[in-house]
């Protein structure tokens, strides 16, 4: 690009400047190539099923929807929920526009077999928004994680501020089912019902086997249902 300046005198002078995406905070460890959001490296068609993407420290606001085999590393990736962690990568609603009429619209959205997402902090509270009051919560989304798919590892996160669910994984009575899940090594907190409908689940785990281990739950209204 070029960039033209005129200053108060009337002098003009011009400069080339390049535009580039290799700094971006999220890395496609196959490719190489950065992006500025987690989508963004999700969505590139480079981006290929089994390729790992590697998210620094920050705060990411928009609606994360992995629909490829991928191994997704936070900053905390390896380091258990309540463990001693270093800068978050913070995933939170893109918009306020969701509640209180539909609680149930996710953060993050596990849609694919074979994902793995480890090391990251999600809340249903974008601090920068004003949302929807409740429980001394000021939220924007109910639902913190959707999961639908076999062999989902779900590992070393921090779950926060939900109305519905922390960590729901959907499979249904009929079909479909899921198997090979694992959610291990997170901490919940601040998950609580709305209107006492019977919600604020940390996990709710229907129609799918797997392993759930040495998770943290505090200030919540349940656990864990099955």
């Known amino acids: 690009y070029t960039v033209t300046v005129t200053d108060i005198n009337g002098c003009t002078t011009s400069a080339t400047v390049t535009v580039s995406n290799d700094v971006g905070p999220v890395l496609n460890n196959n490719t190489g190539l950065t992006y500025c959001t987690i989508q963004a490296a999700i969505n590139d068609p480079l981006t290929l099923n089994f390729h790992t993407i590697i998210v620094s420290a920050g705060t990411y606001a928009e609606h994360v929807i992995v629909n490829k085999k991928l191994d997704i590393r936070g900053p905390n990736y390896g380091i258990s929920g309540t463990g001693s962690r270093v800068p978050e990568a913070l995933i939170v609603p893109e918009s306020n526009t969701f ?98 409908l019977g919600y604020g689940f940390a996990m709710y785990i229907q129609a799918t086997t797997g392993l759930i281990s040495n998770n943290t739950v505090e200030n919540s209204r349940t656990g864990i249902q099955v």
């Not at 959205?109 to 090391?119: A, K, L, P, T, W």
Request: hydrophobic share 35%; aromatic share 12%.
């Open 99 to 196: 509640l209180p009429g539909d609680p149930w619209t996710e953060v993050v959205y596990i849609n694919s077999d074979n994902v793995s997402f480890d090391g990251f902090k999600i809340s249903g509270d974008n601090p920068l928004l004003s949302g929807y009051a409740y429980a001394g919560m000021d939220l924007d989304k109910g639902q913190c994680v959707y999961s639908e798919g076999n062999n989902v590892q779900f590992r070393n996160n921090i779950v926060e501020k939900a109305i519905t669910m922390g960590f729901f994984a959907g499979g249904a009575q009929v079909a479909p089912h899921y198997a090979d899940l694992v959610v291990s090594n997170n901490k919940f907190e601040n998950i609580h019902d709305i209107n006492q």
